[in-house]
Nanobody, 123 residues
Framework: VQLQASGGGLVQAGGSLRLSCVAS????????MGWFRQAPGKEREFVAA????????WYADSVKGRFTTSADNAKNTAYLQMNSLKPEDTAIYYC?????????????????WGQGTQVTVSS
């Protein structure tokens, strides 16, 4: 599976962005998708995940109510809609994939990673 993330950019606080992650390779529907981010000087952290077979979603507390993840199996694409963005959301965002076999699968580890897309939120 190869993952290609896109949609990052520069936005003012309070604005919105939608990230996309296109998957190529084995049937996309076989994998759950996760979103992670890494800010400068910080460790990578979990943001959101979706099990597209149930579908069930999970979110970090810091983004609940502001971010929404979804997937379009026909397009082999996962999305991360980010609203009410804050300067602290500034980071490189990565998508990742792995088979989701239990309710804890979203926690990782993930098998495949995209290259990352930069999100910068100005105050």
């Amino acid at each position: 599976v190869q993952l290609q993330a896109s949609g990052g950019g520069l936005v003012q606080a309070g604005g919105s962005l939608r990230l996309s992650c296109v998957a190529s390779g084995p049937p996309f529907s076989a994998y759950g998708m996760g979103w992670f981010r890494q800010a400068p000087g910080k460790e990578r952290e979990f943001v959101a995940a979706i099990d597209r077979t149930t579908p069930t979603t999970w979110y970090a507390d810091s983004v609940k109510g502001r971010f929404t993840t979804s997937a379009d199996n026909a397009k082999n694409t996962a999305y991360l809609q980010m609203n009410s963005l804050k300067p602290e959301d500034t980071a490189i965002y990565y998508c990742a994939a792995r088979p989701f076999i239990s309710n804890r699968s979203y926690m990782g580890p993930y098998d495949y990673w995209g290259q990352g897309t930069q999100v910068t939120v100005s105050s």
